[in-house]
């Protein structure tokens, strides 16, 4: 798909046109080398990255067009410092992982006697800093954690059957462009399972899960 719309510079004497391109990797990660190479090659000027995969598929093209990306966790390790971003990616980040402690009292102070917390993740997404921020949290509340790890949607039968063997009470799903991408499914499931489920994005309560704690959505 292409869209062209028009924008005045601030003098109002000049209107300049802007074609913006969008492409999908539809929850595939495998698609996104070739999406940003897409992108390269029609020689685009400024690369919108969604989230960490995409950053990292457009970095590896290997061109010098600036990439801007809008993503959670971490960007220190993509881009170096957050105040001084090294080679040609900047971004914002809703620092996700830091309110990972706050998701766990919430579902805590819901269900008081919570021992066992699934915690839902794709292992293809830049997840280590919010599995580590989940053990902590549940150390320090006395929740176990069962950690799932899902690639596709295929997935999702065999990974919630793994929670009930595991007697887990909630689910905690890791945000990704993945999870996202898929939260309807997962709320569902988590309804039919009789899971409380909590994430950060607000995708998941309006699909029917029971909440989410995070950024607030502009």
């Known amino acids: 798909m292409r869209y062209v719309r028009d924008y005045a510079v601030t003098d109002g004497a000049e209107v300049n046109h802007v074609s913006i391109t969008p492409v999908y990797a539809m929850g595939d990660y495998s ?4 999406l940003a190479k897409q992108l390269v090659d029609q020689k685009v000027r ?19 067009i600036p990439i801007v990306v809008v993503a959670c966790d971490p960007l220190e390790k993509l881009l170096g410092s957050l105040a001084r971003p090294g080679g040609n990616a900047t971004g914002i980040s809703c620092v996700s992982a830091d309110l990972i402690g706050k998701r766990f009292d919430h579902l805590k102070a819901i269900i008081p006697n919570l021992k066992r917390v699934a915690l839902l993740f794709n292992p293809q997404d830049i997840s280590d800093i919010e599995l580590r921020e989940a053990a902590k949290a549940g150390n320090s509340l006395g929740i176990a954690i069962t950690q799932i790890s899902v690639t596709s949607a295929d997935d999702f039968n065999a990974g919630f059957d793994k929670m009930a063997s595991a007697n887990c009470e909630a689910l905690y799903v890791s945000l990704s462009a993945f999870t996202n991408f898929h939260a309807k499914r997962l709320s569902e499931l988590a309804l039919q399972r009789r899971l409380s489920l909590i994430s950060s994005g607000p995708e998941f309560p309006e699909a029917g899960a029971l909440m989410s704690y995070g950024f607030r959505r502009i």
């Open 31 to 34: 698609r996104l080398p070739a």
């Open 46 to 64: 400024i690369i919108l990255a969604g989230n960490e995969r995409s950053l990292i598929a457009a970095k590896d093209t290997g061109a010098d």
